[in-house]
């Protein structure tokens, strides 16, 4: 049996015990040594289930992720979301679409600074849509537009999975967020776009509600100082040459603990939560990149991505049809995987292949990561989706799904504006000299 | 990991001075909480799956896959544990120490080691409870 074959075998057997509820990191990992024993033996795939734990337990650039878990387990329990709402709302008060506006602007923001979509959408689907639907807003549009927004997080820096990209594409962090800046609120601006179409189109799903008074709209505003202040730390220190991504994290996570005391809205109750929340989660993570990297391994030894690369380009694919296929690969595999894993078991593949038609690394990361916000409201098992309608059970599925249909046209408008202008993600970098 | 960044950032821009081998101990720091941290994922069964076909099939099956990932996570942890075993003892041998600090190497596999062999124990229990029918 011939490598190549061998590494198709893999990937297949590894969708298949996905699909059996095997846990992502044990799949990788079982697979990986597998096959690695396969082609070069037991004794060598053992050396590699062996080294690779310990390889990573001292990775110095991983340890960015729990930080920045952590900063966002604080926010999300330092009653940020409310405020930012309201602070949102004053902005877009008076127009068609305020409310739902406004739920975009929170959750970009947010979204950002709490860094999981699940948490995002969870969080404002407690805040947002009692609101819109208090002001007769169409339940599936209200549900869909916070199942959307949550996923902001994914792409706005700074961002968890663009810290794990970074780590399996072996990518500069800094220039990574730097890259996704422009995107990020691009795609934001492209859902503003999307409601104001659906106000248009439908005009009873998205009633107009009484605007707000300027003293009301200023009293709003001034409750985004936390937000500023964290995004300062958080992102402003890295390009001011202040700090590395990982003291960037750390010092965001310090001042989000300190700000959640400081307004009373945590206590050391909510400290230890925050901290176990922050561990948990990252032990369950690493575990995925710990099985991601043996499988890699593996994928690697059979050359199948250098050998997919050589083909396309022998083939003389156009790049575009190219692109095309890792955007199909990314949206199947995102209707059935988490973020994290889809990264960690692709990247090893289409890297080379994206690398290999002209594009450059930085852009692929930040092309994936909208892909993976795709993924998020997809069916059949869109994530945000779900954690909506489990809070909201008179809405159903299908309905939640319908309305997040006008945020997923502006997520597909978002990459074809990436395929035919690659400098929306690349002139910041550049700019910024990271 | 958190203070002692936000002590040497602090050090480091107020004072020009800082905390000599950061990055070793916020390594070490990481191996630990992250590895110590594992076993509880495993206990409470909070790894990330792919759930698409808990809407296909009767909750029956659905414990029954569950039984099996559980059996395919100990047979890697295991073997992770066997083989991990004298890639250690190795390293202890060897002596191998840090370039700032001069932490003995063998400090950051013992986490490692510890971690894995007491998720491979968890996922034991997570067994035996799943017979029990909890």
């Given at each position: 049996m011939s490598n190549l074959l061998i590494g198709a075998l893999g990937v297949l057997v590894l969708l298949a015990?996905?699909?059996?509820?095997?846990?992502?990191?044990?799949?990788?990992?079982?697979?990986?040594?597998?096959?690695y024993a396969a082609i070069d033996g037991w004794h060598k795939a053992f050396a590699v289930l062996a080294s690779v734990p310990f390889e990573l337990a001292s990775a110095y650039s991983l340890s960015v992720v729990p930080l920045f878990i952590l900063m966002g387990a604080v926010a999300s329990r330092g009653n940020m979301a409310k405020e930012m709402f309201d602070a949102a709302n004053g902005l877009f008060s008076g127009v068609r679409g305020a409310l739902a506006n406004a739920t975009v602007g929170a959750c970009a923001l947010f979204g950002a600074i709490c860094g999981s979509s699940i948490a995002t959408a969870a969080t404002f689907s407690k805040v947002a849509i009692p609101e819109m639907r208090r002001h007769g807003y169409e339940p599936a549009f209200a549900a869909g537009a916070v199942a959307s927004a949550g996923t902001l997080d994914v792409l706005i820096p700074p961002s968890v999975l663009t810290a794990i990209y970074a780590l399996a594409a072996e990518q500069s962090l800094a220039k990574l967020y730097a890259a996704c800046f422009i995107p990020g609120f691009l795609l934001a601006g492209l859902y503003v776009l999307a409601i104001w179409a659906v106000a248009w189109i439908r005009p009873a799903w998205v009633p107009r509600v009484p605007g707000m008074r300027l003293a009301e709209r200023l009293r709003a505003a001034v409750g985004m100082w936390k937000l500023v202040l964290l995004f300062f730390f958080a992102l402003f220190g890295i390009y001011l040459g202040w700090f590395s991504p990982t003291e960037a994290a750390a010092m965001a996570a310090f001042v989000a603990i300190l700000i959640a005391f400081f307004t009373r809205a945590m206590g050391w109750r909510g400290l230890l939560d925050a901290l176990l929340e922050s561990v948990f989660t990252t032990a369950a993570v690493f575990f995925i990149v710990v099985g991601a990297f043996i499988f890699s391994r593996f994928i690697v030894l059979t050359r199948f991505p250098a050998d997919v690369?050589?083909?396309?380009?022998?083939?003389?694919?156009?790049?575009?049809?190219?692109?095309?296929?890792?955007?199909?690969?990314?949206?199947?595999?995102?209707?059935?995987?988490?973020?994290?894993?889809?990264?960690?078991?692709?990247?090893?593949?289409?890297?080379?292949?994206?690398?290999?038609i002209g594009y450059d690394g930085i852009w692929l990361g930040v092309f994936v990561t909208v892909m993976c916000t795709i993924g998020l409201i997809s069916p059949p098992t869109g994530m945000t989706v779900f954690v909506i309608q489990a809070q909201h059970p008179d809405i159903p599925v299908t309905r939640?799904?319908?309305?997040?249909?006008?945020?997923?046209?502006?997520?597909f408008v978002l990459v074809g504006l990436l395929i035919a202008f690659p400098a929306l993600a690349l002139w910041l970098p550049g700019v910024l000299k990271v | 990991m958190m203070l002692l960044t936000v002590a040497d950032v602090t050090l480091r821009?107020?004072?020009?001075?800082?905390?000599?081998?950061?990055?070793?101990?916020?390594?070490?720091?990481?191996?630990?909480?992250v590895y110590i941290a594992l076993p509880a994922v495993f206990l409470r069964d909070e790894h990330l799956v792919v759930d698409a076909i808990d809407y296909m099939v009767r909750r029956r099956v659905v414990r029954l896959l569950d039984l099996v990932a559980a059996c395919l996570s100990l047979a890697v942890l295991t073997a992770m544990v066997l083989v991990m075993v004298?890639?250690?003892?190795?390293?202890?041998?060897?002596?191998?120490?840090?370039?700032?600090?001069?932490?003995?190497?063998?400090?950051?596999?013992?986490?490692v080691l510890l971690g894995v062999a007491a998720s491979a124990l968890c996922t034991l229990i997570y067994i035996a409870r799943w017979r029990k029918g909890a």
């Amino acid at each position: 049996m011939s490598n190549l074959l061998i590494g198709a075998l893999g990937v297949l057997v590894l969708l298949a015990i996905l699909f059996l509820r095997v846990p992502i990191g044990v799949a990788l990992a079982l697979v990986g040594v597998c096959g690695y024993a396969a082609i070069d033996g037991w004794h060598k795939a053992f050396a590699v289930l062996a080294s690779v734990p310990f390889e990573l337990a001292s990775a110095y650039s991983l340890s960015v992720v729990p930080l920045f878990i952590l900063m966002g387990a604080v926010a999300s329990r330092g009653n940020m979301a409310k405020e930012m709402f309201d602070a949102a709302n004053g902005l877009f008060s008076g127009v068609r679409g305020a409310l739902a506006n406004a739920t975009v602007g929170a959750c970009a923001l947010f979204g950002a600074i709490c860094g999981s979509s699940i948490a995002t959408a969870a969080t404002f689907s407690k805040v947002a849509i009692p609101e819109m639907r208090r002001h007769g807003y169409e339940p599936a549009f209200a549900a869909g537009a916070v199942a959307s927004a949550g996923t902001l997080d994914v792409l706005i820096p700074p961002s968890v999975l663009t810290a794990i990209y970074a780590l399996a594409a072996e990518q500069s962090l800094a220039k990574l967020y730097a890259a996704c800046f422009i995107p990020g609120f691009l795609l934001a601006g492209l859902y503003v776009l999307a409601i104001w179409a659906v106000a248009w189109i439908r005009p009873a799903w998205v009633p107009r509600v009484p605007g707000m008074r300027l003293a009301e709209r200023l009293r709003a505003a001034v409750g985004m100082w936390k937000l500023v202040l964290l995004f300062f730390f958080a992102l402003f220190g890295i390009y001011l040459g202040w700090f590395s991504p990982t003291e960037a994290a750390a010092m965001a996570a310090f001042v989000a603990i300190l700000i959640a005391f400081f307004t009373r809205a945590m206590g050391w109750r909510g400290l230890l939560d925050a901290l176990l929340e922050s561990v948990f989660t990252t032990a369950a993570v690493f575990f995925i990149v710990v099985g991601a990297f043996i499988f890699s391994r593996f994928i690697v030894l059979t050359r199948f991505p250098a050998d997919v690369s050589r083909w396309v380009l022998e083939a003389q694919f156009s790049p575009l049809s190219v692109l095309l296929a890792v955007m199909l690969l990314y949206f199947v595999l995102g209707t059935f995987l988490d973020e994290v894993s889809t990264i960690l078991i692709t990247v090893p593949v289409t890297l080379p292949l994206v690398t290999g038609i002209g594009y450059d690394g930085i852009w692929l990361g930040v092309f994936v990561t909208v892909m993976c916000t795709i993924g998020l409201i997809s069916p059949p098992t869109g994530m945000t989706v779900f954690v909506i309608q489990a809070q909201h059970p008179d809405i159903p599925v299908t309905r939640i799904y319908l309305g997040t249909l006008p945020f997923l046209v502006a997520d597909f408008v978002l990459v074809g504006l990436l395929i035919a202008f690659p400098a929306l993600a690349l002139w910041l970098p550049g700019v910024l000299k990271v | 990991m958190m203070l002692l960044t936000v002590a040497d950032v602090t050090l480091r821009a107020l004072f020009n001075t800082p905390i000599h081998g950061t990055f070793e101990l916020i390594e070490l720091g990481l191996a630990c909480s992250v590895y110590i941290a594992l076993p509880a994922v495993f206990l409470r069964d909070e790894h990330l799956v792919v759930d698409a076909i808990d809407y296909m099939v009767r909750r029956r099956v659905v414990r029954l896959l569950d039984l099996v990932a559980a059996c395919l996570s100990l047979a890697v942890l295991t073997a992770m544990v066997l083989v991990m075993v004298p890639l250690a003892r190795d390293m202890s041998e060897m002596g191998d120490v840090t370039a700032d600090l001069s932490i003995p190497k063998l400090l950051y596999w013992v986490p490692v080691l510890l971690g894995v062999a007491a998720s491979a124990l968890c996922t034991l229990i997570y067994i035996a409870r799943w017979r029990k029918g909890a």
